[in-house]
């Protein structure tokens, strides 16, 4: 990239990091020693506000970078990121939002523990979301690296190396400094600027093509090298029954992995009641549902105008397929439009990691205080705050995610995340939908659902070709895959169900019958909620 690009974006993204530093001191000033206002802002946001700030959340570098990118390489097979995604809101909807906001007070397990015996179900949900959290995270990461290292020109590993801590310490500072009532306000800011240069990237891509959606088609497949294979299934997920189970798995994964998302959950808390948590995801739906149509124009953009082959030079998993789509369609490389336009849109796919990075860090680092912290202390003596120790679970968790950003680096961003969300519906959905709806669920049934999606989950990924066994694996030279699907969610979901209901019915304890008639007063009702 030429300079006028390098020093361009570099001012944008220095613009945007300013801004957000200003937003975490404005932040910082308020009183951040309470719980309650360092969990959950206050509880002071409105619907819209908090709308706005849950797509800010869930539209991340993957969404912006790598669903497009997968589009442009893979056509019809990318799409179903797409779908996915935004089918993912409706579960969120109708099952969990105005529930687990009347039910918990900060965290998932504070909707688990309200009829279990608090110990046990703290450690295994904590350290759940911790295990999401950090997946996603990494997610993020090499989005991040990738992003700068086409800005400053080839893919040198000191470049990306240096994004991947920068990005890790500026997270690290937003959470610690600034709490949920920054992390909002950035993802507020983030939201309204994706939104805004995605219809911007969307009308360009239609008016180059004369509002031809047809003929925008057409074109990609055939510059796709697959002609009419591109626009149809199994391009990549129609090879073999195995690809197809894949195909199916990642489908789970997406779709159920939503509403077991910490960071997610952990936005109904920051609204004063339940009919604004649901106010806020109808908010959402709309301002992600169009979010994901215009990735599909984008997707099939950077097919028809870049082309494949040139976005899978510039990185093999097609996570710059929208910056080199703005470069273009500002003019070319050589071009003030194309200069301004990829910086701008570089820019704002920094602003996207940035923020996500930021909420996804403080549900982390609540869960840590909040549950494995508060779960785990010993009784007497000195003991910390729990908003103090979050500040210091921020610094581990952004080093852990610095380290596995640095080691998947070469993996698609919305592949990784779709790991996340595989993990999210083993082991968080299962232990929340018994939770809610199940009157003889107990605590061994509580522990087992967790463990038993999250182990064999986590398990399933080591021994997949996502780890060893092929070259694009994080150890190429290495094999000990066994495992023959990429997402684990088809084999571990279903087992974190069936855990669920076999710690229950094995269990000796004898469900609480007053507990679940609070529980479900509570959480349909919103009496004493917190």
Not at 193 to 201: A, E, F, K, S, W
Not at 204 to 216: A, I, N, P, S
Not at 503 to 523: F, I, L, N, Q
Request: net charge positive.
């Amino acid at each position: 990239m030429s300079g006028d690009h390098r020093t361009l974006a570099l001012l944008l993204f220095s613009a945007f990091v300013a801004v957000t530093l200003a937003i975490t001191t404005w932040a910082s000033r308020r009183r951040q020693g309470s719980a309650e206002e360092f969990y959950a802002g206050g509880r002071l946001f409105t619907p819209l506000e908090n709308g706005f700030a849950i797509a800010g959340d869930y539209m991340s570098a993957a969404s912006f970078l790598g669903i497009s990118g997968l589009i442009a390489l893979y056509g019809y097979d990318g799409m179903l990121y797409s779908v996915g995604f935004l089918v993912a809101w409706l579960v969120v909807l109708l099952l969990v939002a105005e529930l687990v906001r009347n039910c918990g007070r900060f965290t998932l397990a504070d909707v688990v523990a309200a009829r279990m015996r608090e110990r046990p179900v703290r450690i295994a949900a904590g350290t759940s979301s911790v295990t999401v959290s950090v997946l996603y995270l990494v997610a993020q990461m090499v989005g991040a690296g990738s992003l700068v290292a086409l800005l400053l020109g080839g893919t040198d590993e000191s470049v990306q190396t240096g994004t991947v801590i920068g990005v890790g310490a500026l997270m690290v500072i937003y959470v610690s400094l600034g709490g949920m009532r920054a992390t909002t306000w950035i993802q507020i800011v983030k939201a309204v600027l994706l939104l805004g240069g995605t219809i911007v990237l969307t009308v360009l891509v239609l008016v180059r093509f004369h509002g031809d959606v047809d003929r925008l088609l057409l074109t990609a497949a055939e510059r796709s090298g697959h002609g009419a294979a591109f626009l149809a299934p199994g391009l990549k997920y129609g090879g073999d029954w195995t690809a197809r189970f894949d195909f199916i798995s990642l489908g789970l994964a997406l779709v159920l992995g939503t509403a077991g998302l910490p960071h997610i959950l952990s936005r109904f808390y920051t609204v004063p009641t339940a009919r604004a948590a649901r106010r806020s995801v109808v908010w959402s739906i709309g301002l992600i549902g169009g979010f994901y149509l215009m990735t599909i124009v984008l997707g099939f953009g950077a097919a028809a105008i870049v082309g494949p082959d040139a976005v899978r030079g510039s990185n093999a998993a097609g996570n710059t397929a929208v910056p080199l789509l703005a470069l273009d369609l500002g003019g070319g490389a050589s071009s003030t439009g194309g200069t301004v336009l990829f910086a701008v849109v570089a820019a704002i796919a920094f602003a996207t990691i940035l923020a996500v990075v930021a909420g996804v860090t403080l549900a982390s680092s609540a869960s840590v205080a909040h549950d494995l912290y508060a779960s785990l202390r010993r009784r007497g003596g000195r003991q910390r705050s729990e908003v103090a120790v979050a500040r210091v679970a921020a610094v581990g968790i952004g080093v852990v995610a610095i380290a596995l950003g640095l080691l998947a680096r070469d993996l698609n961003v919305a592949f990784l995340v779709g790991l996340a969300f595989a993990v999210a519906a083993s082991a968080n959905l299962p232990v929340l939908l018994y939770s809610l709806f199940w009157r003889g669920f107990t605590t061994r049934g509580a522990v087992w659902a967790v463990y038993g999606g999250l182990v064999p989950a986590v398990v399933l990924v080591l021994l997949s070709p996502v780890v060893s066994g092929s070259p694009a694996s994080l150890f190429p030279d290495a094999d000990f895959q066994y495992f023959p699907l990429q997402n684990p969610g088809l084999v571990s979901v279903p087992l974190g169900f069936l855990a669920g209901w076999l710690g229950t019915v094995t269990s000796p304890e004898v469900p609480d019958e007053a507990k679940h008639a609070e529980t479900e007063v509570r959480s349909l009702t919103g009496a004493g909620a917190a």
